[in-house]
């Protein structure tokens, strides 16, 4: 069964910290792997996307990895900022074939970053 | 640019109501989407329109119908509600020619009592 499991559920750190986000799944045939950031009451908006031959990809204070040997794949978030209260979601692309209604989404990290 | 937008932000009916989302967006984006989101689960797809004129069953259709009206806009009918669809909506759109990115909706949170 194709999933998508991500950890921890939720993570509290102080303002100014690194913090490492993990995601692991079991999607096959894998096409890519994306993370999305979700504040409170919106919707989700991409950071990252990475396909199978990409290890890393950085977007600002974001760096995302991912090695398609052992499926998995982090988040790293430097210099944490109060704006980085959010849920983070995991998301990989079932290579089906076509581009339709193939996304495994895993159920998201809630960060909380404290002053 | 507006992105994708929908309507409305927040409703609550009563068991047995009807409705209907809206959700349109403004970047010429062929493929749109219906998710839902609840509690401790991440989202679930529930219809998808891959062009103009063309819907899918998603993975959790059931008591749901969709209308893909034109390329902008692709509507989400409720026509019996019940309190195991209290939930948020989201709509999404996808250009099927520049990239895998879906762009997201703000959601619409409803209420079923």
């Known amino acids: 069964k194709n999933q998508v499991e991500q950890s921890p559920q939720s993570l509290i750190i102080l303002e100014g910290k690194n913090c490492t986000l993990q995601?692991?799944?079991?999607?096959?045939?894998?096409?890519?792997l994306r993370w999305y950031k979700q504040d409170t009451g919106r919707g989700p908006v991409s950071l990252t996307i990475?396909?199978?031959?990409?290890n890393t990809k950085s977007n600002g204070r974001y760096t995302a990895t991912l090695d398609a040997d052992t499926k998995q794949s982090s988040l790293h978030i430097t210099a944490s900022q109060l704006s980085d209260s959010a849920s983070y979601i995991c998301?990989?692309?079932?290579?089906?074939?076509?581009?339709?209604?193939?996304?495994?989404f895993g159920k998201g990290t809630k960060l909380s970053v404290k002053p | 640019n507006a992105g994708v937008t929908q309507t409305p932000k927040f409703q609550v009916l009563k068991t047995g109501q009807s409705m209907t989302l809206q959700c349109a967006q403004d970047?010429?984006?062929?493929?749109m989407y219906w998710y839902r989101q609840d509690p401790g689960m991440g989202l679930r797809l529930i219809y998808y329109?891959?062009?103009?004129?063309?819907?899918d069953k998603g993975e959790v259709p059931n008591g749901y119908n969709v209308s893909r009206l034109n390329k902008r806009e692709f509507s989400l009918r409720l026509e019996s509600a019940a309190p195991s669809q209290t939930s948020v909506y989201f709509c999404?759109?996808?250009?099927?020619?520049?990239?895998?990115?879906?762009?997201f909706g703000p959601g619409t949170r409803l209420t079923v009592t």
């Open positions: 999404a759109s996808r250009s099927s020619v520049l990239s895998y990115e879906q762009y």
């Open positions: 995601c692991n799944y079991t999607v096959s045939p894998f096409s890519n």
């Open positions: 990475m396909t199978f031959s990409e």
């Open positions: 998301v990989v692309r079932v290579n089906y074939g076509g581009s339709q209604g193939n996304l495994i």
């Open positions: 970047m010429n984006h062929n493929s």
């Open positions: 329109s891959a062009s103009e004129g063309t819907t």
